[in-house]
């Protein structure tokens, strides 16, 4: 299957980046790196972000913790600037998507690992690469921060199957791999 065969695979009603690693790998600072240069071309990018840790719906007191804490299941926020939405359930990616239809060209998620979209993995060494390629699938793009790795992936045989492993420290090459890819999905 080719990489562009993938991609249509997955395609859903709104076209998913993910961005996956394990903490400190630099998901975050890929993300916003891509939606700029994504939102500078004129693209309305929407972003979903998986959080590993439970985290509060709200800050302690609000109105809306308030409603949440009496028993409401969702409450929605909203002023003339911004609407937040909080909701006492988890959310799949393809739900996310599923509700940007029509309001984004893309969406950029950062994590939920198990989801099949095309994926950006950033990793730290081989053993991230191994322990990730075990956790989830539809890699299209690997980021390392070892060098040793890249020069190894480097020397190995490439077939057409192969996924290209980048180095980090290379910013312009990752600029420009990483916003090829995801303009591909549009």
């Given at each position: 299957?080719?990489?562009?065969?993938?991609?249509?695979?997955?395609?859903?009603?709104?076209?998913?980046?993910?961005?996956?690693?394990?903490?400190?790998?630099?998901?975050?600072?890929?993300?916003?790196?891509?939606?700029?240069?994504?939102?500078?071309?004129?693209?309305?990018?929407?972003?979903?972000?998986?959080?590993?840790?439970?985290?509060?719906?709200?800050?302690?007191?609000?109105?809306?913790s308030k409603h949440l804490l009496h028993g409401a299941v969702e409450a929605v926020l909203t002023s003339s600037e911004a609407t937040r939405i909080m909701r006492k359930s988890e959310t799949s990616l393809e739900d996310i998507a599923a509700s940007m239809y029509g309001k984004v060209d893309l969406l950029i998620a950062e994590g939920f690992k198990s989801a099949d979209y095309p994926k950006i993995a950033l990793i730290r060494n081989a053993d991230e690469m191994s322990l990730l390629r075990n956790q989830t699938a539809n890699i299209c793009l690997w980021l390392s921060w070892e060098e040793n790795e890249v020069k190894h992936r480097a020397a190995s045989p490439v077939s057409p199957n192969t996924i290209p492993v980048l180095p980090l420290q290379d910013q312009a090459l990752i600029d420009e791999e990483v916003l090829s890819l995801a303009l591909s999905l549009l």
């Open positions: 299957m080719t990489m562009e065969s993938q991609h249509a695979a997955v395609r859903g009603p709104v076209p998913v980046l993910q961005i996956v690693g394990y903490k400190n790998s630099g998901k975050t600072t890929l993300a916003c790196r891509l939606i700029r240069a994504l939102s500078a071309r004129g693209l309305r990018v929407g972003s979903a972000k998986h959080d590993a840790h439970h985290f509060q719906l709200d800050d302690p007191g609000t109105d809306s």
